[in-house]
């Protein structure tokens, strides 16, 4: 049987100045009722591609086919008459809307309300939902947040429905329950484009494979007539080996050591909730959890950047609360943070990268200038040693393309001879290579000694590249496990509090250190005097 | 649902330059003012009556400017004056701080001056009176500007409208001390006798010299030094200085500490040197035209050298347009001021972004690619 | 004393207002305009042009209808054609909104003395002023109550029914749900299909009309005709964008605010028995205030008082 072509797309180009061609000569098909996956590493064009069917962007060059007619897509108005609706991996939602007013946000009909709440329960009904259309966007949870999404695309009749990276932000669990409603959609005959470079993901759900390499289409293969490898190398374009080191290191006694920690987040509400946990030299400790669990608060906990509630957080035997972040970073401290926006915080993007490096070492030397010139000597060799592409070391970090920001940033922290590393989302947005890259130099400063705290968001990596994991929910250390000895389901429940080993284990805490660097008696008068501060600073 | 009507591509679409040369830059900026002078010559022939030829406007702006010897060097006290004052905000802009508070932090500088004259004029030596009044003004001006630093810092209210309601405070204040020093109600003080600062040279040498001292130490402060840097890094992003271990609120209060005390200083000169006097509008409003000036020279205290020339010669020189065209008042100044900004503004728009217009032919893309790929960072 | 107090501050109330409900559909657009004092200054010269054209051309005997109508249509369109310059710089050409406003205050000001001083007669201002403030005719014979509510022109209460209109516009209909919308978060709006950039310009040439009519009313309404230079219009100006922040982004809590704050502006001259020292002193106060204000706000600020979350940002879909 011949099946029917929902959307055709003939030799896209999009081309971003200052940066290569994001498209060239894309060419894709999507049939009716069918999961295509667009697969690819990050960077490879699948969002710019996307975007241009959602009418974000214009294309420089090409046709976009519906039905077998020629269209053009100026705007996402355009966009959904052409019933095509996108699922953007950042929410595109008004925090401070509740769900409904997001979901009849620019969608032309008369009515009340009261009408969309029917027909919003209607389609949460037929495809397994569960939402509530009168809360607000800010109160929401992250797969919360994705369902209104879905919906409002649902809501506006769309047919074609694109899903950028829809898993990113979701534990295994809320990951099947996704893909079950996908199933439901496809058997409706609604057509799906999932964008994400997970294999095992598209193993499981899709029914053909796209594959985009840098820009530039791959080809085309049937799920059911293909395998991971044999996916990775139409990916990344020659073999690679998919496994992360984890070299065996002898583990020093505690670095740091965080006794019942109480951290509250901006807004007031409990951010970290009694979490106890320490790093040894020479291992790697990784944090898992759903966005917003308070792995943002704890680093900034620790880097002297947030005030704790109460806990304590000791620094080879010293207790580092209260002190300024230079002098934490002073002790050896490094943190870290690579946010959505990937630049927001460690480097400052307009600056060059001579600039960055002299970020936490400017006020170094005597008098009133800056010594710019040990700095670019610096720069240099670090765009050498980590083979950073840029023009020159007076290039504006803002100019490079993420992988090299990332490596300017992690290059930068570890140059600083660190003996503590925490680091959240180090990869995130990194292609393949570059994610290696940064992998290896993680496990050279483990090598060396260093402890490393690992806030990631992909579980696989974790369980490869972690010697434990620890899991967070709202806040709460639900357990830490050898990464050896567990699996992805079992850390999946962990996040959203299905299952709390801490439970069965009560009477000993496992994130006290048998060979701390005080002894009980310390902590004890350690706990009193930080309680005694507390209630001095309050009165 | 509605149909789609058009098919057909939109003529054009903007897209992000990634660079532009520096030539490419300047002859935008060139072609803006151009344009802009060109409209306001013309427009001011359409308002006069009495001249019927654009080219008119120019000789007069440069008659008055370069027509006479105390023409010109009243050009270049005012352009220095203007350039201290600028000079003076370029900091607080760097870290984002808009310091809207030239005006009033100027005047106060200025008040105290007149008051330090008035007040020990007669009773100690000059030099003691100068001593005093230079303190003095340079520490209103930084007091003025510091207390809405201080709320930003802690609590982030908003700079904006606190500097500029201080304008009105310092104003207000003046118009008091007017009434206590002028009961008679005339509303203005005459010039004061005692405690003038030097003439070096001839009487528009003194604030030419510290304008172009201060344009020095602007120049190293913001480029080579550790406070220069840290305030960039705070302009930058807040979250990056405080990760790194700038402490935000310090910085914040020591700029502004920096920038109204330099703005207190040319209150000295303005009251001590050149008017010997106060009035609420002894500031000609140059701390809106200095907010205008630092902007277009891009934080660059040397390009600000420019900007400030440019925005004095026209203002100056319209001036002179205004007599020759028989302007009922100075008014048309502001205008022609208004319409040249939007034109210097506007142009930046093609300087960050291009048009792509709809074509007919394709482009050779590998062409494009190869040539941006040379001397660019990697990709994405 | 009391009852003059209240109302003298009335018709200056309504110039806060005019002003104060402009800026804030502007700013619900994601747009902070600083050019507000110069767009009310400009208001004033074509509501101006408007009242001198149409006395010297009809007589003393103007028909209210016509001089207002044409008057008010001027003053809202100089008004929104100089708002139109900041729209296109920072709507189209995305200058940056805050140097861009600047601009326009200097243009504005300049402009509207230049403008008036040259083609406008003032002396047909006062006689359209009296025209044009006439207050309802049985308003004399209800004793206070009708002084206090009923004795101004119509503008004031134009004034109260837009602040009224705007709230209701905001806070209830689909297209004020809209507007919001992109002055949170323009790319989700767009990503809506909602047409960005027409909502925009709609809401700065609207939100600039308006606040055109609020330094036209000060001439006509509050000086009653009498025309002194535009930096006093540029003042009030300042003192509406700070109304927006005192009132919360509220139109109908700025009804109130305006209030306040020219009851604040005219004490210095409705208190009697004072010095002219003391009385300059106390011109001081609204300034004084609006800081304390805008400090009070910025300490005891919840999340649901936030200014629109997009506000001073300009957008442009393909930045990533």
């Not at chain 1, 069965?504 to 009980?520: I, M, P, R, V, W």
């Not at chain 2, 007599?323 to 001021?337: K, M, R, S, T, W």
Request: hydrophobic share 45%; with cysteine.
């Amino acid at each position: 049987m011949e099946r029917q072509v929902a959307l055709e797309l003939k030799n896209i180009c999009k081309y971003f100045p200052g940066k290569v061609m994001a498209n060239k000569n894309v060419n894709l098909t999507l049939y009716k009722g069918e999961i295509l996956s667009l697969l690819g590493e990050n960077g490879s064009g699948k969002t710019t591609l996307m975007n241009t069917i959602s009418g974000i962007y214009a294309p420089d060059e090409g046709q976009i086919f519906i039905d077998g007619k020629e269209v053009v897509i100026k705007s996402p108005k355009d966009a959904y008459l052409y019933k095509i609706g996108m699922i953007h991996q950042h929410f595109k939602l008004v925090d401070i809307f509740s769900a409904a007013e997001n979901i009849i946000l620019g969608v032309k009909e008369k009515g009340s309300l009261k009408n969309v709440n029917t027909r919003v329960r209607e389609i949460a009904e037929r495809y397994g939902f569960d939402i509530d259309p009168k809360k607000k966007i800010y109160e929401m949870s992250v797969s919360e947040k994705q369902t209104v999404e879905i919906i409002k695309v649902l809501y506006r009749g769309a047919d074609i429905l694109i899903l950028d990276e829809p898993t990113a932000v979701l534990t295994p669990q809320e990951t099947e329950k996704l893909f079950a409603v996908l199933r439901k959609m496809k058997e409706d005959g609604k057509s799906i484009i999932i964008i994400t470079h997970k294999l095992n993901e598209v193993l499981a759900i899709s029914d053909r494979v796209s594959i985009l390499r840098k820009g530039e289409y791959v080809g085309t293969v049937d799920t059911a007539k293909t395998n991971q490898k044999d996916l990775t190398e139409m990916m990344v374009g020659k073999k690679v080996e998919l496994k992360i080191d984890r070299p065996k290191t002898e583990f020093d006694r505690p670095l740091l050591e965080i006794r019942n920690l109480c951290i509250n987040s901006d807004d007031g509400n409990v951010a970290i909730d009694d979490a106890s946990f320490y790093i040894r030299g020479g291992e790697i400790l990784g944090v898992a959890g759903i966005a917003g669990c308070g792995q943002k608060e704890l680093c900034e906990a620790i880097a002297g950047l947030r005030p704790i509630k109460s806990g304590l957080i000791m620094h080879k035997g010293e207790n580092i609360i209260g002190l300024p972040p230079r002098t934490i970073i002073e002790k050896g401290v490094s943190m870290s943070f690579i946010p959505e926006d990937r630049l927001g915080m460690g480097l400052a993007p307009s600056f060059s990268i001579t600039d960055n490096m002299m970020l936490k070492t400017y006020g170094e030397g005597k008098g009133p200038f800056v010594d710019r010139k040990s700095a670019r000597e610096r720069a240099n060799a670090l765009i050498k040693r980590l083979e950073i592409v840029t023009p020159s070391s007076e290039t504006p970090v803002r100019k490079l393309s993420g992988g090299n920001v990332q490596k300017v940033l992690v290059g930068r922290e570890i140059e600083a001879g660190p003996n503590v590393i925490i680091t959240a989302y180090p990869v995130r947005g990194l292609d393949i290579n570059s994610s290696y890259v940064i992998y290896d130099i993680l496990n050279e400063q483990k090598k060396k000694g260093t402890g490393v705290l690992f806030i990631g968001e992909d579980l696989d990596v974790m369980l490869a590249l972690c010697d434990k994991i620890m899991v967070l929910c709202h806040g709460k250390v639900m357990g830490i496990v050898h990464a050896e000895k567990t699996t992805k389901e079992q850390l999946g429940l962990m996040m959203t509090g299905s299952l709390d080993l801490t439970e069965e284990k009560k009477d000993k805490n496992l994130g006290f250190a048998k060979d701390s660097n005080l002894t009980e008696e310390e902590w004890k008068s350690e706990e009193e005097r930080q309680e005694k501060e507390a209630t001095d600073g309050r009165s | 649902m509605e149909e789609v009507k058009t098919v057909r591509e939109p003529l054009f679409h903007m897209v992000k330059r990634g660079n532009i040369t520096l030539l490419k830059r300047l002859g935008i900026y060139a072609g803006a003012i151009v344009a802009g002078i060109l409209l306001t010559s013309i427009l001011c022939v359409v308002a006069s009556s009495d001249k019927s030829n654009p080219l008119e406007m120019f000789s007069s702006m440069f008659s008055g400017v370069f027509g006479t010897e105390r023409r010109f060097w009243t050009f270049l006290r005012d352009t220095a004056l203007l350039l201290g004052i600028s000079l003076a905000l370029l900091p607080a802009f760097k870290m984002k701080f808009w310091n809207l508070g030239a005006n009033g932090q100027v005047l106060m500088g200025c008040l105290v001056t007149i008051a330090c004259m008035r007040n020990l004029g007669g009773k100690i030596p000059d030099a003691g009176i100068i001593a005093i009044m230079t303190v003095a003004s340079v520490l209103a001006g930084a007091a003025w500007a510091v207390i809405p630093a201080i709320f930003k810092a802690f609590f982030k209210t908003n700079e904006t409208l606190f500097t500029l309601m201080m304008n009105y405070v310092a104003q207000g204040l003046v118009v008091y001390m007017i009434t206590v020093w002028a009961p008679s109600g005339s509303g203005s003080l005459s010039p004061e006798v005692y405690g003038r600062l030097p003439n070096i040279g001839n009487g528009y040498l003194l604030t030419i010299i510290v304008s172009a001292i201060l344009t020095v130490f602007m120049f190293f402060y913001l480029s080579r030094s550790k406070h220069g840097y840290e305030l960039s890094v705070v302009g930058e992003s807040e979250n990056t200085a405080r990760y790194v271990g700038i402490n935000v609120k310090k910085v914040v209060i020591r700029t502004l500490i920096l920038s109204g005390a330099m703005c207190g200083l040319m209150g000295l000169l303005i009251g001590g040197s050149i008017n010997y006097t106060v009035s609420s509008e002894i500031v000609n409003n140059m701390g809106f035209t200095g907010i205008m000036a630092s902007w277009l020279a891009k934080f660059n205290p040397l390009v600000l050298i420019g900007t400030c020339g440019l925005i004095t010669f026209i203002s100056k020189g319209m001036g002179q347009v205004r007599q020759d065209f028989g302007f009922y008042n100075d008014a048309i100044g502001n205008v022609v001021l208004g319409i040249i900004y939007f034109f210097i503004i506007g142009c930046e728009f093609f300087i960050t972004y291009k048009l792509i217009f709809r074509k007919k032919n394709k482009t050779d893309f590998t062409a494009i690619e190869n040539s941006t790929q040379k001397g660019k960072g990697g990709n994405e | 004393m009391f009852v003059s107090l209240i109302t003298g501050a009335i018709p200056l109330a309504a110039v806060f207002l005019f002003g104060c409900v402009g800026e804030i559909i502007t700013e619900k657009s994601g747009h902070l305009n600083l050019g507000i004092p110069g767009i009310m200054c400009s208001g004033t010269a074509g509501g101006c042009l408007g009242a001198y054209l149409c006395v010297s051309t009809f007589g003393n005997h103007v028909s209210w209808l016509v001089l207002v109508l044409i008057s008010v249509a001027l003053a809202f369109l100089f008004a929104a054609v100089v708002g139109g310059i900041y729209g296109f710089l920072t709507v189209s050409l995305r200058c940056n909104q805050n140097i861009t406003g600047l601009a326009l205050t200097t243009f504005g000001v300049g402009f509207t003395q230049f403008f008036i001083d040259n083609f406008v007669d003032r002396d047909y201002l006062y006689r359209a002023s009296r025209i044009i403030n006439r207050g309802l005719s049985f308003a004399g014979d209800l004793g206070w109550f009708g002084e206090i509510f009923l004795s101004y022109g119509i503008l004031v209460y134009v004034a109260i029914a837009i602040a009224v209109v705007t709230s209701i516009f905001l806070k209830k209909t689909k297209t004020g749900l809209r507007l919001r919308s992109i002055g949170e978060n323009p790319a989700t709006a767009d990503a809506a299909g909602i047409n960005v950039t027409a909502y925009k310009y709609s809401a700065i040439l609207i939100g600039s009309g308006i606040a055109g009519l609020g330094g036209f009313y000060y001439i006509m309404g509050y000086l009653g005709g009498s025309w002194e230079n535009a930096s006093t219009i540029e003042a009030l100006g300042w003192l509406s964008v700070a109304l927006v922040i005192f009132t919360l982004w509220r139109p109908n809590l700025s009804i109130l605010g305006s209030f306040i704050f020219a009851v604040l502006y005219i004490l210095a001259f409705k208190i009697t028995g004072i010095s002219f020292s003391q009385m300059s002193l106390l011109k001081i106060l609204p300034y004084v205030v609006t800081i304390i204000v805008l400090i009070f706000t910025s300490i005891f600020g919840s999340k649901n008082v936030q200014p629109p979350a997009a506000l001073g940002l300009n957008y442009f879909r393909e930045d990533r």
